[in-house]
């Protein structure tokens, strides 16, 4: 109930009602695609379609990501009337934030459905590997909305770290280029929790050939490992909150 609160409210009265839920994946593809084009004409290559697709396939995620970050860890705060009314699970309201933006994941998925088709872009085996990496993604922003959302309500200014941090974060992410093209670096960059799993979509989805197993199994102890960590902690800190609100 407090999700669909959630994207009753944010639909409101809006002018591009739906298309917001794909407002910010176009965005990201449109930044991707120009991008990719500067890279091809510095290296004297043409352009592939594939490019587009891996920039497209990868913004998706990518938008779910920021965006359940952005408002899980400002939603303990933004719903302070309710916290200090009665007792009920305090972390029903992160959760909901992310399930909210799940919405948006599965409508703006669809019309990448539809791009993809555009694009000629096959179909394989290796699509089977796409919810497990779904499940993965949602549990390491769960667990790293959750640690936030507790932190921010002591101290307010978290939340502009976190703007600041996500504003960034896409140029140490492969969203807009493959890590392949950073050589030795590629193992330094894949460090980053959410880059094996952006790259298995690319690599399931586009170029038809299964993930990285070993980076995978990475993401997924990190993202199980976060999630634990973070659920430990508001449960630590959940008496407090209503006091210090």
Request: with cysteine.
């Amino acid at each position: 109930m407090i999700a669909w609160r959630d994207i009753r409210i944010k639909y409101k009265q809006s002018i591009m009602g739906i298309m917001w839920a794909v407002f910010m994946p176009m965005i990201i593809v449109g930044a991707g695609v120009l991008v990719r084009y500067g890279l091809a004409l510095v290296s004297n290559k043409a352009m592939d379609i594939s490019d587009m697709g891996t920039v497209a396939v990868r913004a998706v995620p990518w938008a779910f990501f920021i965006s359940s970050i952005r408002f899980s860890t400002s939603s303990l705060v933004a719903n302070s009337s309710l916290i200090t009314k009665i007792y009920f699970p305090r972390i029903v309201f992160p959760i909901g934030a992310i399930i909210s933006q799940l919405f948006d994941f599965i409508v703006a998925a669809c019309l990448l459905i539809l791009i993809l088709s555009i694009m000629r872009i096959g179909i394989s085996i290796h699509l089977l590997w796409v919810p497990a990496l779904v499940v993965i993604l949602v549990v390491f922003t769960s667990g790293l909305g959750i640690f936030l959302s507790a932190v921010n309500l002591f101290y307010r200014d978290i939340k502009y770290l976190v703007e600041v941090i996500l504003t960034f974060a896409i140029f140490f992410t492969p969203v807009f280029f493959d890590v392949s093209m950073f050589g030795k670096w590629a193992n330094v960059l894949m460090l980053n929790p959410v880059a094996p799993i952006l790259e298995g979509f690319s690599a399931c989805i586009v170029y038809q050939h299964g993930p990285s197993i070993p980076w995978i199994s990475y993401s997924v102890a990190v993202s199980f490992g976060v999630f634990v960590f973070a659920w430990l902690v508001f449960r630590k800190l959940e008496p407090l909150f209503a006091e210090r609100i």
